[in-house]
DNA sequence: TCCTCTTATAGAAACGTTTTACTTCCGGCG
DNA sequence: CGCCGGAAGTAAAACGTTTCTATAAGAGGA
């Protein structure tokens, strides 16, 4: 319990506090032999700048905070590492808090980040309420979106396009010589989850089918189980010709289930999954699926943010939209 | 950028600022009628409690830190998940630090988080460098060890049993009669690696053979890619009868390489992993592996952490070993 | 030598809480 | 009737930085 502070370090040196810190924030300004007195002092001491005493007085702090739907999901992990990556990179660090899906746990984490005065917040909104997020600017929070597209023009946002993702994704399986579709979904408060299906929709129509007759089985978590109860459904409700899966762990669990009742896939159903995460080339059947720029999403959101943060005046906001893209392999053969 | 205060709170409802304080931590010691005063003009005025000024005050913050090894690996989302599902449940939020396998990367991580002055740590350390966890001791943070044993009595440390497990691992490829045995794992600098080794060894002994002939194969990351190379090793220097991967990630990325060469598992070549990560049981060839208890690893050891923060007079340290628990699934059939 | 200008450092105020010690008010008891 | 004790609230100090203003010390020019 040291508790060394930068007057001990100030005494230790013989200069004064506001020294110690100017070696400490702006090291230019000191003479090089003090400031090697100073940070000899700190070294032996063993100093440990006070990060809240910094950030009360400086009215702003080195942390950023990072909402996510789902931590168990490989998506959301490749976009916490490239948020990791950058952020430490520049110094920062991120406070991580996973909504699980359910509004209220992301309203308590945002309420948490706040009182954090973090920096800035990247978020992958787990339902469509732009009011929340603007209460966190008008403390001073910038907030970037993540696989989302803004909910204002001056606010970045980086999204995928999840309209033409499901498009491409029903396109393929039509194209194929299915003529009935199903859709395995997460919660359709997601908006991923509608898009792609609007995108699944007007692919039927493009091939000539009735949208109104693609079948939708909602889910409530978007999780291998989850999945595997779908399948269920399905079986029960008649197989179509080809499964559309809102994400990867919804099919893979699709496919755990089919497998195991004797389905045959591709041949009797194919099944195709979004996000093309590292597991979908790997299972049991490798899996079809939409790949997207996952790592990237999470870096280039956060030198979105931290561009914002640190150079508030230069700034200029951006919307950037990705182009999924279609991985093609055995489950839609 | 409103940045109302408890000042303005106070004046707003016809208080003073300490006792404003009081509605916010103890409201028990203030009057009903004022309390619901106080709040009001709390909601009233969006007031958010600055969490900076009231850590420097009270001394002690409500931010734990959670240091793994690799954030991309399922088996440590998931130790994170339990982790950030009980750190909610008692209103701490949890700062991630992704040591990502480096030494550098972990100290600068524990650096931050000495300087946030969370109340504790929980970590997998990357490496075996007591004196650093020290360190953080000395400036009061409490530190709690995952999926490690303690490295002092004075100490808490949720560990799962790992030569034990390396035993049953190799014990079990050993007993459906392979003769020849490789052993593919990350850095020799990770505990976890080196301790399953050893229990290889010791399995290997047991059956009668010489430990030495254990082929070791070192990767630097521990990831799907980094298995893909070490088989193409294996494949160039002569298939073993048996694979033993120290992780699931080495393992799914081994089965690929494999059977991309046409090498059939696991006729040809039987593969164990370890963790019994999800994607295990999917896989093109479903995996046999060790299964920990990852989830509960999370909770418990957060739970520990958090008595020691919360009761420090009362808190019992402990070290808590798990036995871990062979999946057979088809890759050794 | 004196004055000015620059540079380096000192000193002090301020950030928003929490907490301690203190005041005020009241009811009840001797 | 006076006093005591408890409850409720106030006032002020303190936490460890950052940052602004002021001062001191040199350097250089006249």
Redesign the interface.
Known sequence: ???VSIKDVAAHAGVSPGTVSNVLNRPGKVAPATRERVEAAISEL?F??????S??RAGH?R?IGLSVID??N?FF??V??GV?DVA?ELGY??????SAGSQD?EE??L???????VRGVLITPSGEDPARLD?LR???ISVVLVDHPAHRPDQCAVAVDDVAGGRAAAAHVLARGARTLAYVTGPLTIRQCVERREGAKAAMRAAGLDPGDLRVVETATMT?RAGEKAAADLIAGGLPEAVFCANDLLA?GV??ALLRSGVRVPEEVALIGYDDI??A??????LTSMRQPTYQLGRIATELLLDECDNPDTHAHQHIMFQPELVARESTQ
């Open positions: 319990m040291a508790m063993g440990v700048r006070h990060g809240s005493a950030t009360l702090s942390t931590i168990g490989p992990t490749e916490a590492a990791e430490s660090a991120v406070i991580l808090g996973n746990k308590r984490n309420r948490v980040l706040a009182e954090q005065r209460r008008e403390h001073g291998a893979l496919l755990r590292d597991f080339a790997a299972s049991t059947v490798s």
